[in-house]
């Protein structure tokens, strides 16, 4: 199963999906980091305060035996400050955490005992102690009991307000995520539609750069990139136009020369009393015909300026078919369904005709078909000679490559059929497929684009 979309469009909003996804992970995780380094600095915070405390009854030399209001503050407003003979904070519930900052905050001041302070959440009451107001009004609120050793086998004790929760809120995080990546995927999809639209014109120019209907020039478009390429195109595609317009009038002069003197030969070589040297040098001349014909169809097989006709498929098939009368006991053809399509039905005749004396060539029985749907059209020849591999597929394609010395060779052929009818289906937009088989024997397949 494919996973990753094959379009522009669709690679690009994965990637950037990724991409925000790795972003906005990176970003939670420092969110969480700066959430525990704020707890942290308020926790010293807090912690300074009871040092700074702590140190100020020592110098005041006070007596802590009831709660004292410090520094001017109201009584009890914010917390509470106790001398008891045990540590009021909680022993079997501490907290390991904050009594590890309160250790190396009591150390850092220099106070005596620090290292054996402690800190625990306030879960009730100081015990032995009233309970005043300020501890009813903090009861909603966490509070943080903190426990110093204070002289011979007394504690000092400190109730202070714990830092205040702050929930991760995952909504505006995820609200966020989605807004950024719709903002990013529309701006994508803007410039993929400023992109696409001239290389789709570009790739349709190049797939057909030498068939008829080839496109005319591409006006440079879309960003600079872009524009620079269909120049570069438009140069390459003039100078392979111009290389076969030489390739094809040197063709032409050729086939005009050659023709005139094989014409004369053909008439001289009637008067030779000699019969069998006579139909010697006919079947030779012919073969020369034949082979400079062979030669012409490839040179113009879907030469630019030929004009395209809408031609019923289903009656040239049936001509090319009764025009082999002498092997219509080997020839078949299945009921052919009616197909109008746009092309050039004189490469086709002739693709066609290729295709089915190879199949009577090297088999004894030709049946041709037609299988069509919405994009392309399918004619089939299938015959029950002895096929080929891949390899000889790919060799016999070539042009001027006949069969293996083992297949039979009995007409004049010099290798240019498989070379003709690829050509022909090439100019039609689709492909000439070759495949063995399973019963025996070859299917070639000349495959049409489908313009109803």
Request: net charge neutral.
């Amino acid at each position: 199963m494919r996973v990753f979309p094959k379009s522009l469009v669709g690679q690009l909003a994965v990637v950037i999906a990724v991409a925000l996804l790795i972003a906005q992970g990176v970003n939670l995780f420092l969110l969480l980091q700066s959430r525990e380094r704020i707890t942290q600095l308020q926790l010293e915070t807090i912690f300074e305060r009871f040092a700074d405390d702590v140190a100020t009854i020592e110098e005041r030399n006070l007596s802590l035996k009831g709660r004292l209001p410090l520094r001017g503050e109201r009584p009890f407003r914010r917390r509470l400050f106790f001398l008891s003979d045990t540590p009021q904070a909680n022993e079997d519930n501490f907290a390991d955490k904050e009594t590890a900052i309160l250790r190396e905050v009591l150390l850092s001041a220099k106070l005596p005992g620090a290292e054996a302070a402690f800190a625990s959440p306030l879960t009730g009451p100081p015990r032995g102690q009233m309970r005043p107001s300020s501890v009813q009004e903090r009861s909603s609120h966490p509070a943080l009991v903190l426990s110093l050793p204070y002289g011979e086998g007394q504690w000092v004790n400190g109730v202070y307000p714990a830092p205040r929760p702050n929930p991760l809120r995952l909504a505006p995080v995820v609200v966020q995520t989605v807004v950024i990546y719709t903002v990013l995927l529309f701006a994508v999809i803007l410039l993929i539609r400023r992109l696409s639209a001239p290389l789709s014109r570009l790739t349709e120019a190049a797939e057909k750069v030498m068939t008829p209907d080839a496109p005319p020039s591409l006006p440079p478009e879309g960003p600079a990139d872009i524009q620079a390429l269909t120049l570069a195109f438009e140069n390459m595609r003039a100078r392979i136009r111009a290389l076969f317009k030489e390739k094809d009038m040197m063709l032409g002069a050729i086939g005009h020369d050659l023709r005139t003197p094989l014409t004369s030969l053909r008439i001289r070589v009637e008067t030779i009393e000699d019969e069998r040297l006579r139909e010697k040098m006919i079947t030779s001349i012919e073969e020369l015909s034949f082979m400079l014909e062979d030669i012409l169809n490839l040179a113009r097989n879907g030469q630019e300026g030929a004009t395209a006709t809408s031609f019923a498929l289903h009656t040239l098939i049936q001509e090319v078919v009764d025009g082999f009368l002498q092997d219509q006991g080997r020839l078949s053809c299945r009921p052919l369904p009616e197909s109008i399509i746009s092309g050039y039905p004189l490469l086709l005749r002739r693709a066609l005709q290729n295709l089915i004396e190879n199949g009577l060539r090297y088999g004894n029985q030709v049946t041709v078909s037609i299988n069509q749907n919405t994009d392309y059209i399918d004619i089939h020849i299938d015959d029950d000679g002895p096929g080929m591999s891949e390899e000889e597929q790919a060799t016999l394609r070539q042009a001027f490559t006949r069969g293996e010395a083992s297949r039979n060779k009995t007409t004049g052929g010099v290798g240019l059929g498989l070379a003709l009818a690829e050509k022909a289906a090439e100019a039609h937009g689709g492909a000439l497929l070759l495949k063995m088989r399973e019963e025996g024997g070859l299917r070639a397949t000349l495959r049409l684009k489908s313009v109803s």
